[in-house]
């Protein structure tokens, strides 16, 4: 880049195009919310047939174009903002040189020489003539030494300051060129094919043009105010409060998984942040998938034996070895983001809320929080920690207990509004002989779900505070406990669903008011009593007692299912009283009369 080409350089304009991306990725967001929560809703309610589910589907592909729209409008505005800046600093540092060089009595010429006047050192007779010197750009230590050399030698005290100009002019032409010749093969990368079809490829390529613009965007990216390190959510909503709208979209373009992991910030930020990096994951899961060969026969007759018998194929055993784990793990990925996509595509199914996700992630045994209704604003809110076995992969499972909770809680709520929230937020046990006995799971998960507690009332967006519940099954109780104990636990009303015990012996323990601990022990669920040698709080009382135990001081709500898995099984009367505590009701849920004198498992 020459000289002419910087100084005429107007980062303005490129900060205008960006705006008018960023703009156009909001209007694409909006008509894909449009799609998603009233159009296609309003044609699955009062319309039938195959055309009307035809119909529902185009709808679908439409809406993912507008969300790929959104995501690559996105980066498109960050790289021309972080074009911008790039340039924008080098086109300063020019400035500034050429200003210093004029007051210094210096001329800079149109090729970036610099021209000096005459003069003579301090006692010199003789006045030197002036001249013109052409800078370089990054010398080396050698170079500069020799220049320094021949600064002190020059009779001419102009010499050395024109050439220190001449040489940060070259340093700043010498960066401008760089960034241009680093963002150039970024920005022509943004662009998508020219059908309307949004495949998977497409979203793994807007995954990679992420990487692109993230690096090269890296000075860009460090000048923005970063998140609080180890911030609490208070700290995160002030951090994102406070930033402008173009540091917003550079945040959701560039970082969306951190992002959406961030507790405190609003439902909806997360949930943008989160549908991208699902959209992208899915991507690749699939890519990858579709590249494993299919499994060969596992078993194959041993017909060259005198015995006849069935033996391991061979090339089973290598497909295995090289495939197994991973095909494995992916599936489980699939399925889970499988059924986050189809809580999505339920929305409005007999009246059923917009979905939030708030958290989403593919690590370990995975990660998903997802919400039916904007918790910012519900009156009542619960939060669902499920047990044992959980992962990303059964996710769904959870999910529909969740969806189930809602209808119960809200038609109950009267014209109050409810939010329910599975928060599958920590690695639960996958083994019931093997893990679930253990208490380190509950531990380690319960910090980050204090921390998601918090951060709905750093999140919320309404005048009042709401009325939220803590609810837990199997395990999932155990965290809960372990949460109050390691910490306070953010809720109004606890709900324990099959507990193994919450590593406390008195409802009083779960930082709620006396009265607003529900327990609940199905008919020929085995796990509380099996659980409580593990699980079970222990005080003077005595040891391993847990919420069924009277001792404990729970309501024990009346249950009509049977078994450990059935507690939010639709038209129970299970199901039933746990809907009427989360709307606030929990005065008329029913419960189980308790037998005077009675210590269970003493």
């Not at 003579?120 to 030197?128: I, L, S, V």
């Not at 609940?520 to 099996?530: F, I, L, M, R």
Request: charged share 25%; net charge negative.
């Amino acid at each position: 880049m020459d000289l002419a080409t910087l100084k005429a350089f107007k980062p303005s304009e490129y900060e205008e195009a960006a705006d008018g991306y960023r703009t156009t990725g909001d209007m694409a967001s909006e008509a894909k919310d449009a799609i998603d929560n009233r159009i296609s809703v309003e044609l699955r309610n009062q319309l039938e047939g195959e055309a009307a589910k035809a119909a529902v589907e185009e709808l679908k592909s439409l809406s993912k174009n507008f969300h790929y729209t959104q995501t690559e409008c996105g980066l498109v505005s960050t790289a021309l903002n972080g074009f911008a800046f790039d340039i924008a600093v080098s086109k300063g540092k020019l400035e500034a040189a050429m200003e210093d060089a004029r007051a210094d009595g210096c001329t800079v010429n149109a090729n970036g020489s610099v021209s000096y006047p005459a003069g003579r050192k301090p006692g010199d007779e003789k006045t030197a003539d002036g001249g013109t010197v052409t800078g370089s750009a990054g010398g080396s230590p050698t170079s500069d030494a020799l220049e320094r050399q021949a600064v002190n030698i020059h009779p001419n005290p102009y010499y050395g300051r024109a050439m220190a100009y001449a040489n940060r002019i070259a340093d700043a032409l010498e960066e401008a060129t760089d960034a241009d010749t680093k963002w150039a093969p970024k920005l022509r990368a943004l662009k998508a094919d020219d059908d309307l079809t949004v495949s998977h490829r497409d979203w793994a390529d807007a995954q990679s043009d992420t990487g692109g613009v993230r690096e090269a965007g890296k000075a860009y990216l460090d000048s923005l105010p970063e998140p609080p390190k180890d911030g609490s959510p208070k700290d995160n909503a002030a951090w994102w409060k406070g930033l402008s709208a173009e540091e917003q979209s550079a945040q959701l373009a560039l970082n969306a998984a951190s992002v959406g992991a961030l507790d405190g910030l609003p439902s909806e930020t997360r949930d943008e942040a989160n549908r991208m990096v699902l959209a992208q994951t899915r991507a690749h899961v699939e890519l990858e998938l579709a590249k494993i060969p299919a499994e060969p026969t596992r078993y194959s007759p041993n017909t060259g034996s005198t015995y006849p018998a069935v033996i391991q194929n061979a090339s089973w055993t290598q497909w295995n070895e090289k495939y197994g784990e991973r095909l494995a793990q992916l599936t489980k990925s699939q399925n889970g983001m499988k059924s986050i996509q189809e809580r999505f595509d339920s929305t409005g199914t007999k009246g059923l809320p917009e979905a939030y996700l708030l958290g989403f992630s593919t690590d370990g045994n995975g990660r998903a929080i997802v919400a039916n209704g904007n918790p910012d604003t519900a009156d009542h809110q619960a939060v669902y920690v499920p047990g044992t076995t959980s992962n990303l992969g059964s996710v769904g499972g959870d999910i529909n207990r969740m969806v189930e909770l809602w209808r119960v809680a809200d038609g109950a709520s009267g014209n109050d509004s409810v939010s329910t929230i599975t928060w599958l937020g920590y690695d639960a046990p996958q083994s019931i002989v093997k893990d679930a006995a253990f208490s380190h799971y509950a531990d380690d998960g319960a910090p980050a779900y204090n921390r998601f507690l918090d951060g709905l009332d750093a999140s919320r967006t309404a005048d009042s505070d709401p009325h939220r519940t803590a609810v837990g099954h199997s395990y999932g109780t155990t965290l809960i406990g372990s949460a109050a104990r390691q910490d306070d636990l953010n809720v109004d009303d606890v709900i324990l669903a099959g507990s193994p015990g919450v590593q406390v012996s008195k409802a009083e323990q779960l930082d709620v008011s006396e009265g607003h601990v529900w327990n609940q022990e199905a008919d020929g669920d085995v796990v509380p009593d099996v659980g409580r040698f593990g699980h079970g709080g222990t005080d003077w009382d005595g040891a391993w007692i847990i919420p069924s135990d009277p001792l404990f001081g729970a309501n024990q709500m009346a249950t009509d299912t049977e078994g450990h898995s059935d507690y939010w099984k639709q038209g129970t009367e299970s199901l039933r009283n746990q809907g009427l505590v989360v709307a606030g009701r929990g005065d008329e849920a029913e419960l189980k009369p308790v037998p005077p004198a009675y210590t269970r498992g003493r």
